[in-house]
């Protein structure tokens, strides 16, 4: 993995990383996973129109030419998804890096920066596995940066989804199932943000 190895293979240990270096690499992958959204998003518009296509047309010989680009742009799909994939938990292992140093630069005890090369290997294997998804990456590399029970609200908001993100892919997943129209639901999901906002956070 480029990304490890940028990160690991250096002559400075991961103690030894700033906050600055790790936050620059922070912004290319946020820039490249970016790029990978608007793609998909195209792919999918190309993929509908190409459908549409084949709806219309009578000719055998024009279908089969679309049933083709549309199997292409389908296989483009999957690999932009599965780079989207790779660059999110690549995105996500420098953020909570940078969380880990910025909370030590501070003297705070939140995770740790000692990683091992075994740990090194882990993440690695992690990143490129396909059925590994974001939420088991996640729950996996907190535990080897000992980030979670430490972890305190602040740290982890930076990187993670807040209360509402998570009411709002609640949301999404009700409309996948049917059970929500869209009108119903972008209501549901601006009044739980909305409430979220509103609500003080209470003193621990």
């Not at 793609?39 to 047309?57: R, S, V, W």
């Not at 294997?125 to 972890?151: F, H, K, N, P």
């Amino acid at each position: 993995m480029a990304l490890i190895d940028k990160i690991f293979g250096t002559q400075k240990t991961l103690s030894q990383l700033n906050r600055q270096e790790l936050r620059r690499e922070e912004i290319l992958l946020e820039k490249q996973r970016d790029r990978l959204f608007k793609k998909i998003e195209q792919i999918t518009l190309d993929k509908q129109k190409i459908f549409q296509q084949g709806a219309i047309q009578k000719s055998t010989e024009l279908r089969k030419s679309l049933a083709m680009q549309f199997e292409m742009k389908t296989q483009e799909q999957l690999m932009a998804a599965r780079e989207l994939n790779l660059r999110s938990k690549e995105l996500m292992t420098v953020s909570r890096l940078r969380m880990v140093k910025e909370n030590t630069d501070r003297g705070r005890v939140l995770g740790r920066l000692n990683v091992t090369d075994k740990d090194v290997a882990r993440i690695s294997q992690w990143i490129e596995d396909d059925a590994v998804s974001q939420d088991m990456y996640r729950e996996r590399l907190d535990q080897i940066l000992d980030i979670g029970a430490q972890a305190d609200k602040d740290a982890l908001a930076a990187t993670g989804l807040s209360e509402p993100g998570t009411d709002l892919m609640n949301i999404w997943n009700e409309m996948d199932r049917g059970s929500l129209k869209q009108d119903e639901a972008f209501e549901q999901a601006d009044q739980a943000v909305k409430r979220r906002s509103s609500t003080p956070e209470k003193d621990v």
